[in-house]
């Protein structure tokens, strides 16, 4: 008996079969791609409306990366840009290119941004914005359909394992100040006691040789780490840490974050005012990067033993939501309603949720407890660029995310609500 084991077990081995899949289950296959996305000119930088001038240098390089799942035929694709996210209508013509070229579903294709401030202005419009920041634009629509493709070609048999951790890098920054005057205000500052979403939630993708392949992770932070008087290019806390992820993992494994429902959450630290390098001092966003990228790789580690990924399944719906009328100033049309992409995945017992905007840490915390899925991935900036979503009770407060938002404050249950229903007819109960 124990010789027939024995034979068993060798034959697995020579065949490269992974021992952990299920007899018959279908085959995952994975495919990666990672390709060069630093701008090759000065560019407008995005993110504070303070900073008018072009970027002067390059901290370190950004990065688009592609992750594609495929079983049975049926695919899913993550292509993570270390971009602020797509404003001014530019998530539509790159995601025409890419399903185009690759031939993937609508659903099927999450296009998301890490929301770095320290990166270029994606824009089409050559009458409002620089002639460099539309030409490194029509480059991304050139390249990123290519990216997808070459994951595509790439695809090969591969395991995915799902590990849970915790970061202290992003920090609540709704801080209530109240002045000589006893007049209260939310600043953007730092709120201990403002609620945060501490996961740090990782996909494991190994080759059938057990070789690492890719790791993805979802965490909620803002990568505004350098500030708004930075001018050189960056992917800032989160492309720091995919950085040190894929130094640490090496065997070119792409590392692929997606920011979580990071609206009100900013890095624990920023620059202020200056990039300091002296002996000694590890600059706020290397160290906050670095913090994030080891949490990852501890997770990725100790994560368990690769699941059984049996189906995919994906959803995309474009939502209207009630929009308050624009700010003072703005030259923005006043609307009655705004249309609001969410996307939907299924890959084996996680979730994903792609929200095209930027959302307040409570509503994807909401979505994460309401979620059918052992774990869920709330992915922002993802397939639009809405601007910020919040929730009902702080519009009593006010402060920057509530003055700024086009919505009013029934749109975030509104979105909670078609999340939900989304991933629940991913898996209906019972499944
Ligand atoms: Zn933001």
């Not at 602020?84 to 609508?106: M, Q, S």
């Not at 914005?129 to 539309?134: D, R, Y």
């Not at 040789?209 to 979802?218: E, Q």
């Not at 996680?350 to 095209?356: D, N």
């Amino acid at each position: 008996m124990k010789k027939c084991w024995l034979a068993l077990v060798l034959l697995v081995l020579q065949l490269g079969v992974v021992p952990s899949l299920a007899a018959g289950a279908p085959a995952l296959k994975v495919g990666v791609a990672r390709i060069d996305i630093t701008p090759q000119d000065p560019v407008q930088m995005s993110g504070y409306a303070s900073r008018k001038d072009l970027s002067t240098g390059v901290h370190d390089p950004l990065t688009a990366r592609a992750l594609v799942f495929e079983i049975n035929g049926s695919q899913l694709a993550f292509v993570t840009t270390d971009l602020i996210g797509f404003y001014g209508g530019t998530a539509e013509p790159l995601r025409e290119a890419i399903i185009a070229r690759t031939g993937l579903p609508p659903a099927a294709l999450f296009l998301s941004a890490i929301h770095t401030h320290a990166g270029p202005t994606p824009t089409l419009d050559a009458e409002k914005s620089h002639a460099n920041n539309v030409k490194y634009t029509k480059g991304l629509i050139e390249k990123l359909p290519g990216l997808v493709a070459s994951a595509i070609e790439n695809l090969q048999p591969a395991t995915v394992a799902v590990g849970v951790g915790s970061s202290p890098v992003g920090a609540n920054r709704r801080e209530l100040r109240i002045n000589a005057k006893s007049e209260s205000s939310i600043v953007l500052g730092r709120n201990p006691y403002g609620p945060t979403d501490k996961e740090v939630l990782v996909l494991r993708i190994l080759k059938e040789d057990g070789k690492p392949l890719a790791v993805a992770f979802d965490y909620a932070t803002h990568a505004t780490s350098l500030g708004p008087q930075n001018y050189i290019i960056s992917g800032d806390v989160l492309g720091l840490a995919e950085q040190v992820i894929e130094k640490i993992t090496d065997s070119g494994a792409v590392a692929a974050a997606f920011a979580g429902a990071s609206g009100n959450i900013d890095p624990w630290y920023r620059i202020l005012p200056g990039f300091n390098t002296e002996p000694g001092w590890t600059p706020e966003p290397v160290l906050l990067g670095t913090l994030l990228g080891q949490e990852v790789v501890h997770v990725y580690r100790k994560a368990a033993e690769p699941q059984t990924i049996d189906q995919i399944r994906t959803a995309l719906k474009v939502i209207e939501l009630p929009a308050k009328p624009p700010a003072a100033g703005s030259t923005e049309p006043a609307v009655d309603r705004l249309p609001y992409v969410i996307t939907a995945a299924r890959l084996g017992d996680q979730g994903f949720i792609g929200l095209g905007g930027e959302v307040l840490t409570e509503i994807g915390m909401a979505i994460k407890a309401g979620s059918p899925f052992r774990h869920t991935f709330v992915i922002t900036h993802c397939n639009g660029a809405a601007g910020y979503l919040a929730p009902r009770h702080l519009f009593v407060e006010g402060g920057y995310e509530v003055q700024t938002t086009r919505f009013t404050p029934d749109a975030a249950q509104i979105v909670v609500k078609e999340s939900l229903r989304l991933l629940h007819s991913l898996k209906p109960v019972g499944e």
